[in-house]
């Protein structure tokens, strides 16, 4: 009987893609996918360090995990990804019975790692890579729809945002070789899959130097060319390497979704300096009278940061100013989480008091549900075109699927299929989705 892993994912869209490629890398080594934590030889935890509440919740899970080992003495527990990479051996050395610590860069490793742990000793790899891309290893998808799949073009980053603890725990950026990229949606559209969300912390900045060198809009234009049943989105840019050049390319190709996410952080230049984010609010706005101009419609959402150190209120009124100036169809918003090792917890005092942060957040958030609301009811009485991802959790009977812009649509269907494109003409909204009927 091949020996069990069972793999759980927290943090964000990139640690999906990386759980896909442990998964690839386990199966190569004979390794079998479990169905549950009780029946798993080997627990892995793909781990997120951005806030410390994403730590908070891993460190819950590694509680209930040794509560297995307490049972099972055989059992491997590993910490993968950021917090490894963060904390490195500080994890065996913690009360939580951890076996492996294994960083993101080191995922080809984890084999051998395995058999290190099973015979009892320590397994850290945490090495960080220049060149590692995994371009050549195809993912296993993992909890997937079959009608949209994650694509990792890129890894690491050079930004160094003071609050970002991301250029620490993943390194520095490299792009994968754009004839993977190609081939993996390809392939995947071959499979059945319908829609792929390219992958990166700052996809602008996407750079292959081969015979022919290639940049972002390149590569959103060879990968738009691969069908156009195929959608194609994006994740994440960075409003200072956002150019024209990119959403020309989506304006010439109906596949590229409408959507673009593009993360604020905050609407005050001063904040924005002392960010390190390298734009002023000008520049930003600037950014959107660009995309509203050559790509009219197209949705846009951003991430929000509250109580970044030494935050005015006069700051916090620019942030909700901006907000209502672009009009966000979607936001994440957090209050600020100092994050050991980062250039703000270095050189900045973290002075905002908690309860004006969560105030300050609460106000973003409240101003953002009213203009979520308003860009919804704006899709009332509109035919849209859905990509059909399943059956919606309720009403019972009823399928879901997602607009270009990223808008959730429920209705009512009994003959159509996940992968499908179909029109829907929008009835109604509630606070998370479009209510509509086929037409
Ligand atoms: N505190 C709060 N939010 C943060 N983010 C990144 N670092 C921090 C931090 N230290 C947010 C940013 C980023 C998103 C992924 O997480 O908004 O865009
Ligand atoms: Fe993703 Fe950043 Fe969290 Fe790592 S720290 S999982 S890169 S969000």
């Known amino acids: 009987m091949p020996k069990k892993y069972y793999i759980e994912t927290y943090g964000c869209q990139m640690n999906v893609a990386d759980s896909e490629v442990v998964a690839s890398v386990l199966s190569d080594a004979g390794y079998a996918p479990a169905g549950s934590i009780g029946e798993a030889d080997i627990i892995l935890v793909n781990t997120c360090s951005i806030r410390e509440n994403a730590e908070q919740r891993v460190w819950g899970r590694l509680d209930l995990f040794r509560a297995q080992k307490k049972k099972r003495p055989q059992v491997i527990v590993g910490v993968l990804g950021c917090m490894a990479e963060r904390l490195k051996e500080k994890l065996?050395?913690?009360?939580?019975?951890?076996?492996?610590?294994?960083?993101p860069d080191a995922y080809r490793d984890l084999p051998m790692l395995v058999e290190t742990a099973v015979s009892g000793h320590a397994a850290v790899n945490v090495l960080l890579s220049r060149e590692e891309t995994y371009a050549d290893i195809s993912p296993v998808r993992l909890e997937s729809n079959g009608v949209s799949a994650f694509i990792s073009i890129m890894r690491g980053c050079n930004n160094m945002c003071a609050y970002c603890v991301v250029p620490y725990v993943r390194g520095a950026e490299r792009s994968r070789d754009p004839e993977t990229i190609v081939q993996e949606a390809r392939e995947v559209f071959e499979q059945g899959y319908r829609e792929v969300t390219l992958l990166g912390?700052?996809?602008?900045?996407?750079?292959?130097?081969?015979?022919?060198?290639?940049?972002?809009?390149?590569?959103?234009?060879?990968?738009?060319?691969?069908?156009?049943?195929?959608?194609?989105?994006?994740?994440?840019?960075?409003?200072?390497?956002?150019?024209?050049?990119?959403?020309?390319?989506?304006?010439?190709?109906?596949?590229?979704?409408?959507?673009?996410?593009?993360?604020?952080?905050?609407?005050?230049?001063?904040?924005?300096k002392r960010m390190n984010r390298k734009y002023t609010r000008e520049w930003y706005l600037d950014r959107i009278t660009s995309i509203n101009r050559i790509l009219p419609g197209c949705a846009l959402s951003t991430d929000i940061i509250a109580g970044f150190c030494g935050e005015t209120e006069e700051e916090h009124q620019e942030t909700l100013s901006l907000m209502r100036e672009v009009g966000f169809d979607f936001a994440y918003m957090f209050k600020y989480s100092e994050r050991p090792g980062t250039k703000a917890s270095r050189h900045m005092k973290d002075d905002v008091p908690d309860e004006v942060k969560t105030r300050r957040l609460n106000e973003i958030i409240a101003l953002q549900n009213e203009l979520s609301s308003v860009s919804k009811k704006a899709d009332i009485g509109r035919i849209l075109e859905v990509l059909v991802e399943g059956p919606a959790k309720k009403p019972i009977g009823a399928m879901m699927g997602r607009t270009s812009g990223n808008k959730v649509v429920v209705f009512q269907a009994s003959d159509v299929r996940p992968g499908e494109y179909v029109q829907v003409k929008v009835t109604r909204a509630t606070s998370a989705t479009l209510i509509g009927n086929l037409v």
């Open 92 to 103: 065996l050395e913690s009360d939580k019975m951890v076996d492996m610590v294994v960083g």
């Open 201 to 272: 912390q700052n996809v602008n900045s996407y750079s292959w130097a081969g015979s022919t060198p290639i940049g972002f809009a390149g590569l959103l234009e060879m990968v738009a060319s691969v069908d156009p049943g195929l959608r194609v989105r994006y994740s994440t840019s960075h409003p200072k390497d956002l150019s024209d050049d990119v959403l020309e390319v989506m304006a010439g190709h109906d596949n590229i979704c409408r959507h673009i996410h593009l993360p604020v952080q905050s609407g005050s230049s001063s904040v924005l």
